[in-house]
């Protein structure tokens, strides 16, 4: 079983930044890829981001491509979004998943465990 628990959500204005975290526990964390998703009110989940095992591929929306970051400390147990430039169209809930294939994957189907998200809000 794996745990995930995603922090830093808030409410910002228009090209502020945030840093979310995601917190694993329950396997080895470099063991597996990790992405982020995110859906807004009354849309599905759409796909943001996902990083490889070692950190050293990672995976990108077109809609938030240069303006976020993703990355994971194994050390750690941590995986990290850094959102710059944030616009109001980045509203939603941001969730973390974990999928055991070692493949990078934008698919949410493709992964097998989520935390329960975190909100972002973004102000115009």
């Known amino acids: 079983q794996v745990q995930l628990v995603e922090s830093g959500g808030g409410l910002v204005q228009a090209g502020d930044s945030l840093r979310l975290s995601c917190a694993a526990s329950?396997?080895?964390?470099?063991?597996?890829?990790m992405g982020w998703f995110r859906q807004a009110p009354g849309k599905g989940r759409e796909f943001v981001s996902a990083?490889?095992?070692?950190?050293?591929?990672?995976y990108y929306a077109d809609s938030v491509k240069g303006r976020f970051t993703i990355s994971r400390d194994n050390a750690k147990n941590t995986m990290y979004l850094q959102m710059n430039s944030l616009k109001p169209e980045d509203t939603a809930v941001y969730y973390c998943?974990?999928?055991?294939?070692?493949?990078?994957?934008?698919?949410?189907?493709?992964?097998?465990?989520w935390g329960q998200g975190t909100q972002v809000t973004v102000s115009s």
């Open positions: 998943a974990y999928r055991a294939d070692g493949r990078i994957s934008a698919v949410r189907g493709d992964y097998d465990y």
């Open positions: 329950g396997r080895t964390f470099s063991d597996y890829t």
């Open positions: 990083i490889s095992r070692s950190g050293l591929l990672t």
